[in-house]
């Protein structure tokens, strides 16, 4: 059997193949190894029903991730893992990359996260090409769930959000700079509390704030990340994530504006992730 997941700093989804019957498809938190530790992540698994019957079935392990980007990083995960899976082969690698292989296949482009965060890279055909992005909340994550956060936060908190939008966003979350300061300086996973603000943007979308917002983001995520590319004009460049999914319109008409050619846009890789690697292992196997 074979477990694939793709985890983000918000929501982690798996799915695993079954003899003589569909997937299993489930979803536990995220478990980006910046915010969660080797025994958080186990304790999340052990929590998980579904899965912990075929435990010692499993034989292969795919984990896409969020933060699974250096060696001590991916070792977390996949001790955690281990853990669980104890007969089983465990592969960690970065989020960036299970995208790559569901929107491109073997193909070679550009491929971009935007969802709680954001990141960009290129992707061979075979491997992601190292890049200079990918800072995380704090210092990047241009146009993610997380800055759009941080700006709708900043603005309701300085009294610079328009009248009638302050007022919607003060009934639905009656926050204060206490209830804010607290979540994100002292809470687990800051930049999932940050996204979380993206729900209003969902409800609000037509309002002439939110859709400049929209737009000021993801203008500023493509200057910063796909432009700085020099041949970025010459590939398609795919998008994932439920930020550039939910605001669509938005992200392709400023691509537009600034020549970039958009391919696909996901709102999760998880089905074509799965079956990009259920049968790259099964063609592996049968060569063998």
Not at 34 to 50: H, L, R, T
Request: proline share 5%; hydrophobic share 40%.
């Amino acid at each position: 059997m074979i477990l694939v997941a793709d985890s983000g700093s918000s929501n982690s989804d798996w799915m695993l193949n079954l003899p003589d019957s569909k997937p299993l498809a489930f979803r536990t938190k995220g478990l980006n190894p910046f915010f969660v530790n080797e025994k958080e992540i186990a304790k999340v698994m052990k929590e998980v029903p579904e899965i912990l019957p075929y435990a010692n079935e499993i034989h292969e392990v795919y984990f896409f991730g969020a933060g699974c980007v250096t060696p001590d990083r991916r070792e977390i995960v996949s001790n955690a893992l281990t853990e669980i899976f104890p007969t089983a082969f465990i592969s960690v690698e970065s989020d960036l990359l299970g995208c790559a292989y569901a929107t491109f296949g073997n193909s070679k482009g550009y491929v971009c996260t935007i969802g709680t965060g954001s990141d960009i890279g290129f992707f061979d055909g075979e491997d992601l090409q190292p890049g200079v992005h990918g800072v995380g909340y704090v210092l990047g994550d241009e146009g993610s769930g997380a800055w759009f956060g941080k700006q709708l936060i900043t603005s309701y908190l300085y009294d610079k959000m328009p009248k009638d939008l302050a007022k919607k966003f003060a009934e639905k979350y009656r926050l204060n700079k206490d209830v804010v300061i607290k979540n994100v300086y002292q809470k687990d996973r800051p930049n999932a509390y940050l996204a979380s603000f993206a729900e209003f943007m969902g409800e609000n979308r037509l309002h002439p704030y939110i859709d400049t917002l929209l737009r000021n983001g993801f203008d500023e995520f493509v200057r910063t990340n796909i432009m700085t590319y020099p041949d970025y004009w010459e590939y398609k460049v795919n998008f994932v994530g439920r930020i550039a999914y939910h605001f669509d319109m938005q992200l392709r008409e400023v691509c537009e504006v600034l020549g970039v050619k958009v391919g696909s846009i996901l709102k999760s890789p998880m089905e074509h992730l799965f079956h990009f690697v259920v049968e790259r292992e099964t063609r592996t196997v049968q060569k063998i």
